[in-house]
């Protein structure tokens, strides 16, 4: 098939593009290059649809990847004139090429902390921009789908939190502190959470491509089973042979210092690893379904054990 990319050339894209190019005719739009695969590449940034029409090419599918995400982006308008109005851009430009099946990578951030196991009907009650803009995007894009519901394709994926090799999000800052002995925890640990591997979330991803579908689906995607925050670091402990001291600092104390340093990066003007809602996060339960998933007949390639041990050897490797 004929599969274009939008938003491949971060963590996930990457990954993605690998598996799905030997067997498909592949395109990728970023307003970046992509470092694996430059010569798949058209640099376009999707708030820019004069750009953005003549970059798309006819196709069997289109992937939307491209999204605002971290936590410091600033100003917080960019979470909506991305995630939302480029959304609306790309929705606008394939209608133009005639494009009508499209998988949407969101993000379970629409259902927000410390739910309990929603499944993909939960109301949504986003917590911040990042999860009020994927849920906006949504909104479009099931608007989208059902004006011609006969003859579009609406697929929505919304990942846990996704870690593995090369990855440099959360996850990895949390290993990387165990390794380095200077990781502290923070309220209980007792906090559960849904967690993806990499390998898993891109291989889900190209099964529903080789069904080729039809109609409006939503998914949650998640490896079970979900871990503690405790027993998280109890299989780094082990795996990367390190012990952590244990000391625990209460959430409140935790969450202050959290806001000691969004105020000192107001003041500098620099981005630090720890903030307000890291911290949140961080002490939050966030477990979600997958029920769903499994009863498409979808197998892993990885269990969550073989993914965690996967990306901190690949860590061990590099440093």
């Given amino acids: ?31 970046r290059n992509s470092t694996a695969f430059p010569h798949l590449t058209s640099i376009v940034d999707i708030r820019d649809y004069d750009h953005l029409l003549p970059a798309i090419q006819p196709a069997d599918w289109a ?34 090429k005639g ?15 410390n739910k309990l196991n929603p499944d993909e009907n939960a109301p949504a009650a986003p917590f911040n921009h990042y999860g009020k803009s994927k849920w906006m995007a949504e909104e479009v894009l099931r608007e989208w789908q059902q004006k011609d519901a006969n003859n579009k394709t609406l697929i929505i994926v919304r990942p846990t939190v996704v870690f593995g090799p090369n990855n440099k999000g959360n996850v990895h800052n949390l290993l990387q502190q165990i390794s380095s002995g200077k990781f502290l925890m923070i309220g209980s640990g007792n906090n559960r959470k849904s967690m993806s591997y990499i390998e ?75 903030s ?27 269990t969550l054990y073989e993914g965690l041990i996967k990306t901190i050897q690949a860590m061990q490797q590099e440093s």
């Fill in 200 to 274: 898993n979330i891109t291989g889900f991803i190209r099964y529903l491509l080789q069904k080729n579908g039809s109609g409006y689906h939503v998914f949650n995607y998640t490896d079970k089973p979900d871990l503690s925050m405790n027993e998280l670091v109890a299989i780094v402990e082990k795996a990367m042979n390190k012990k952590i001291a244990a000391v625990r600092i209460p959430y409140w104390l935790g969450y202050l210092g959290g806001v000691a340093f969004d105020i000192a990066a107001v003041i500098t003007r620099k981005k630090f690893s720890i």
């Fill in 1 to 31: 098939m004929k599969i274009i990319t939008i938003g491949g050339s971060g963590f996930i894209g990457t990954y993605l593009i690998e598996l799905l190019q030997p067997e498909h005719q592949l395109l990728n739009i970023d307003k």
């Fill in 276 to 302: 307000a809602v890291r911290v949140k996060k961080f002490c939050a339960t966030t477990q979600f379904s997958g029920e769903q998933w499994r009863q498409t007949g979808f197998t892993p390639s990885y």
């Fill in 99 to 113: 494009i009508h099946k499209v998988i949407f990578i969101s993000s379970v951030a629409v259902y927000g902390l």
């Fill in 63 to 96: 992937i939307l990847l491209a999204a605002e995400h971290r936590d410091d982006v600033s100003p917080a308008s960019l979470y909506y004139d991305v995630n939302v109005q480029g959304t609306k851009n790309v929705l606008k430009a394939l209608d133009e």
